[in-house]
C-alpha cells in the first residue's frame, strides 16, 4: 500500500486533473459534498478501486468510508453486481419501455418493505423524495410539510432550508433561487423534539401534508432518533390527518434489510429509496399505500416521469445487489465489523481524552468533535469543524478515506475486513493524538503506537 503521506508532494497527476476540473467545472465536482472545502487541500481524483479500498489518480490506496456515500454496501466492484451490469450493458443500456427487471427490482423492494405496497422508480433519492412530497400535498390537498433541521432530502426546493449534508458543510442556511412563497411551506423543527412537532401542528394543524423524516438522521453526522421520537411521529401525523414520509435512502437496506420502518416497527405513508438498490448506479424509488401511489400518472393525475427511470443498468445493479443482502448472516457480519469498528474508535476517544463523542446505527458512524452526544443540528452544528479538519487530514495521511465534512456518516461495507477496521482504529487513535498535540485540547493518557 502507498502511503499517501510519502508521495503527497508528488501527487502531480491527481493536482492537474484537478487544475483542469476546475476549468470545466464548477468547483472541479459535480456535487458539493465531493469537494474538500471544509477540511482544506484538494479533492481525492479516484482513479479506481475494489472491495473496501480506493485508489487514486497517483495510486495512492485508501480504506474508504465513502462507499459512494453509501451506496456500496458490497463495497466497489462486486463481481456478482459487475457481471450484472456487462450482462444487461451487452443487451442494451436504456430502452425507454418497461422491462422485467424493474418488475424484478420493485418485487425484491416490497417483499422487505411492506408499506410499499405499490413502487415507482426514479433516477436519483432527490427525485424521490421530490415525487413524494408532491404526492403527499396532492393526496391531502395540504401544502405544508414539516421537516427537521439537519435532515437532507436531496436538492429540491421545497428542502432546502436548514438542510444537512453539503448545506451544513458549506454553511448555506437557505438557498437562493428558491422562491420565498415556496420555501415558505416547509416548516422546520428541530430532530427528536417531539413537543415542537406537536407546536407546530397546533399552529398549522389542517395545514400540514405531510412529516418528512430521515428515520435515522445521517446528514448531519449520525443522529439516530431518541426513543419514542419516531412512534411519536406516527401518532402526531394519524391524529392530524397528515402523511408520514420515511426517507430511507441512506437508511433502507442499511440498518437492516428492511431499513428503519422494519428496525422501529412502523409503518409509514410513503417510503423514498435509494443508493443501495442501485448497487452503485444512479437510481431512486418512492413507494407506499396503493391509494396514494395510484394517484400518480398514469392512474392517476399527479405527474412525474424520466427517461432514465427504472434504468436497466440500474434495474441489474439493484437485483444482483440485493439478492447479495438475503445471503444468510449478511448483517449479523457487518453489524460484528461495524461494532468493532464502533468500540474501537469509542476506545481511542477515551484513550486519547480528545474532546469527541462517537455514534453508531449498524453500519453508519460518526466521530463528532463534541462534548456530548449528538441528538439534533444545534448540537452538530457547535462541533469543532477545524478539529474536524485536521483529523480528516490525519486520516487521509494514514490511507483511510473518511467524507470530508463533520457532518456526513461513515459507512462501512461488507468487504471491509477485520483489517481494515483495526487499521483503521490505529488511524484514529493517532490522529485523534496529533490532533491534542496540535490543538492542545485534550489530556493524552497513552502514547499512540
Ligand atoms: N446523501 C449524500 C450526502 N450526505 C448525497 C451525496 C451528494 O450530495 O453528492
Redesign the pocket.
Known amino acids: 500500500m502507498n502511503s499517501p503521506k510519502k508521495v503527497k508532494l508528488e501527487q502531480t497527476r491527481s493536482q492537474e486533473i484537478f487544475r483542469r476540473a476546475t476549468d470545466v467545472l464548477v468547483g472541479g465536482v459535480n ?1 458539493p ?2 469537494a474538500f472545502r471544509a477540511v482544506g487541500g484538494e479533492p481525492i481524483i479516484a482513479d479506481h478501486a475494489a472491495g473496501a479500498h480506493l485508489w487514486d489518480a497517483d495510486g495512492n490506496e485508501y480504506i474508504d468510508y465513502v462507499c459512494s ?2 451506496a456500496l454496501i458490497l463495497g466497489h466492484a462486486h463481481p456478482k453486481v459487475v457481471q450484472a451490469i456487462a450482462h444487461q450493458a451487452a443487451r442494451g443500456t436504456s430502452y425507454g419501455m418497461p422491462t422485467e427487471l424493474e418488475v424484478e427490482l420493485a418485487q425484491r423492494v416490497r417483499n422487505v418493505f411492506p408499506s410499499c405496497e405499490k413502487v415507482r422508480f426514479v433516477s436519483s ?1 432527490t427525485e424521490a423524495t421530490m415525487s413524494a412530497v408532491r404526492l403527499a400535498r396532492a393526496a391531502t390537498g395540504r401544502d405544508l410539510i414539516v421537516k427537521f433541521e439537519g435532515c ?1 432530502h436531496g436538492h429540491s426546493d421545497s428542502f432546502l432550508s436548514e438542510a444537512g ?2 448545506l451544513a458543510t458549506l454553511g448555506i442556511a437557505g438557498c437562493p433561487g428558491v422562491p420565498q412563497v415556496l420555501a415558505e411551506l416547509t416548516l422546520n423543527v428541530p430532530y427528536n423534539d417531539v413537543a415542537a412537532v406537536e407546536k407546530v401542528f397546533d399552529l398549522h394543524r389542517d395545514k400540514i401534508g405531510a412529516v418528512i423524516v430521515e428515520p435515522i438522521a ?2 448531519m453526522g449520525l443522529v439516530p432518533p431518541k426513543s419514542g421520537f419516531l412512534q411519536a411521529l406516527r401518532e402526531i401525523t394519524v391524529r392530524h390527518g397528515a402523511l408520514l414520509i420515511f426517507d430511507e ?2 437508511s433502507g437496506f442499511r440498518v437492516c434489510h428492511g431499513g428503519a420502518q422494519t428496525l422501529f416497527g412502523i409503518t409509514p405513508d410513503l417510503t423514498t429509496l435509494g443508493k443501495i438498490i442501485g448497487g452503485g448506479l444512479p437510481v431512486g424509488a418512492y413507494g407506499g399505500r396503493r391509494d396514494l401511489m395510484d394517484r400518480v400518472a398514469p392512474l392517476g393525475p399527479v405527474y412525474q416521469a424520466g427517461t432514465l427511470s427504472g434504468n436497466p443498468l440500474a434495474m441489474s445493479a439493484g437485483i444482483a445487489s440485493l439478492d447479495l443482502l438475503v445471503a444468510p448472516g449478511f448483517y449479523e457480519s457487518l453489524e460484528a465489523r461495524s461494532k468493532r469498528l464502533g468500540d474501537g474508535i469509542a476506545a481511542a476517544i477515551g484513550e486519547t481524552g480528545a474532546v469527541a463523542t462517537s455514534a453508531r446505527a449498524g453500519s453508519l458512524l460518526t466521530l463528532f468533535f463534541a462534548r456530548e452526544p449528538v441528538t439534533d443540528y444545534s448540537a452538530a452544528k457547535k462541533c469543532d469543524t477545524r478539529k474536524f479538519a485536521g483529523f480528516f487530514g490525519g486520516m487521509l495521511d494514514r490511507g483511510i478515506l473518511l467524507a470530508p465534512s463533520q457532518f ?1 456518516a461513515m459507512f462501512v461495507s461488507a468487504a471491509h475486513s477485520d483489517a481494515d477496521i483495526d487499521r483503521t482504529v490505529a488511524a484514529v487513535r493517532e490522529s485523534l493524538a496529533a490532533i491534542a498535540g496540535q490543538y492542545g485540547t485534550a489530556l493524552l493518557k497513552k502514547c499512540v503506537t
Open positions: 456535487s459534498v465531493r456515500w453509501g433519492g437532507y449534508s453539503g445521517a446528514n435512502v441512506i456526513e
